[in-house]
């Protein structure tokens, strides 16, 4: 099972919005409503932002929302703060012999 | 409060084994779906191995039939028992109560595998 695909880099200045795709197939991201997104800052565990395509735990400022349209999902993060730049990555159920496959990770910048 | 702490982490010969703990607190690990999850140095995330609260285990192709995962319920944690390690097994290893729709994890673990 190959990662989900993800572009490596995003960024825009505080205050503005960027969107990361991921994209799969219809064996994992388009055959389930089950992508999750988490956002990594250096040197710390992974944290849960959207789960279920476009769920928010607890905690999470709406400024995270999550869509999905055919093999790909996507996470948007609107009125970037400084403390927003991070790594993201998104995961997809994928079935019950592989299970989960990771997105290759975006790094976003706020400018 | 939940907590989850894993240990045993080191270096390692290729070749050698590791055994893996999550000490969980807060809840009870065998009535939850656990899992680790693992990151190369410099790399992405990658799912390796899940086990439900009905004892179903499940991995990852790159490492089905070299480790084992499982639970002392006497001791509240989770275990993953790593064999025939090789250098791409090189990474930070997580511990993590149902990840794909909670938000627990531990600090990580280091392993590397290395002559």
């Known amino acids: 099972q190959s990662a989900l695909t993800q572009p490596p880099s995003a960024s825009g200045s505080p205050g503005q919005s960027v969107t990361i795709s991921c994209t799969g197939t219809?064996?994992?991201?388009?055959?389930?409503?089950?992508v999750s997104w988490y956002q990594q800052h250096p040197g710390k565990a992974p944290k849960l932002m959207i789960y279920e395509v476009t769920k928010r735990p607890s905690g999470v400022p709406d400024r995270f929302s999550g869509s999905k349209s055919g093999n790909t999902a996507s996470l948007t993060v609107s009125g970037l703060q400084a403390k927003d730049e991070a790594d993201y990555y998104c995961?997809?159920?994928?079935?019950?012999?592989?299970?989960?496959?990771f997105g290759s990770g975006t790094k976003v910048t706020v400018l | 409060e939940v907590q989850l702490v894993e240990s045993g982490g080191g270096l390692v010969q290729p070749g050698g084994s590791l055994r893996l703990s999550c000490a969980a607190s807060g809840f009870i690990v065998s009535s939850n779906y656990m899992s680790w999850v693992r990151q190369a140095p410099g790399k992405g995330l990658e799912w390796v191995s899940s086990?439900?609260?009905?004892?179903?285990?499940y991995y990852a192709d790159s490492v089905k039939g070299r480790f084992t995962i499982s639970r002392d319920n006497s001791k509240n944690t989770l275990f993953l028992q790593m064999n025939s390690l090789r250098g791409e097994d090189t990474a930070v290893y997580y511990c993590?109560?149902?990840?794909?729709?909670?938000?627990?994890w531990g600090q990580g673990t280091l392993v590397t595998v290395s002559s």
């Open positions: 219809s064996s994992d991201v388009g055959g389930y409503n089950y």
């Open positions: 995961c997809s159920y994928a079935g019950s012999n592989t299970l989960y496959v």
């Open positions: 086990i439900y609260s009905g004892g179903g285990t």
């Open positions: 993590a109560r149902d990840f794909m729709t909670e938000d627990y």
